[in-house]
């Protein structure tokens, strides 16, 4: 019953910026761990940034400086955005959520379907 939806990808220049947005919906109880991960072809799911309830960040090497993690728990989103991109930030971009709900006894990790990130040179 848990959905997370996410937004705001698109196609852009190196250099651009772009906000991506999620935001979880259902019946959730506690929402804990909140991130961003990345697929690219051929490679395996990476994470990007991650921010807890207290919103403590974490980036991965390759974006800090130019991402930015956020949410807000009274709406239940995460934002990430994303400056100075470049060609290799090419990916799905998935939200991810830690999640306990009425239907679970113990917290249980949520994905999003995904949204595309194309940046060209």
């Known amino acids: 019953q848990v959905q997370l939806v996410e937004s705001g990808g698109g196609l852009v220049q190196a250099g651009d910026s772009l906000r991506l947005s999620c935001t979880a919906s259902?019946?959730?109880?506690?929402?804990?761990?909140m991130g961003w991960y990345r697929q690219a072809p051929g490679k395996q799911r990476e994470l990007v940034a991650t921010?807890?309830?207290?919103?403590?960040?974490k980036y991965a090497d390759s974006v800090k400086g130019r991402f930015t993690i956020s949410r807000d728990n009274a709406k239940s989103t995460v934002d990430l955005q994303m400056n100075s991109l470049k060609p290799e930030d090419t990916a799905v971009y998935y939200c991810?959520?830690?999640?306990?709900?009425?239907?679970?006894?113990?917290?249980?990790?949520?994905w999003g379907q995904g949204t595309q990130v194309t940046v060209s040179s």
């Open positions: 991810n959520a830690n999640l306990q709900t009425a239907l679970t006894p113990w917290p249980m990790d949520y």
């Open positions: 259902g019946t959730i109880i506690s929402n804990n761990m």
């Open positions: 921010v807890t309830g207290a919103r403590s960040t």
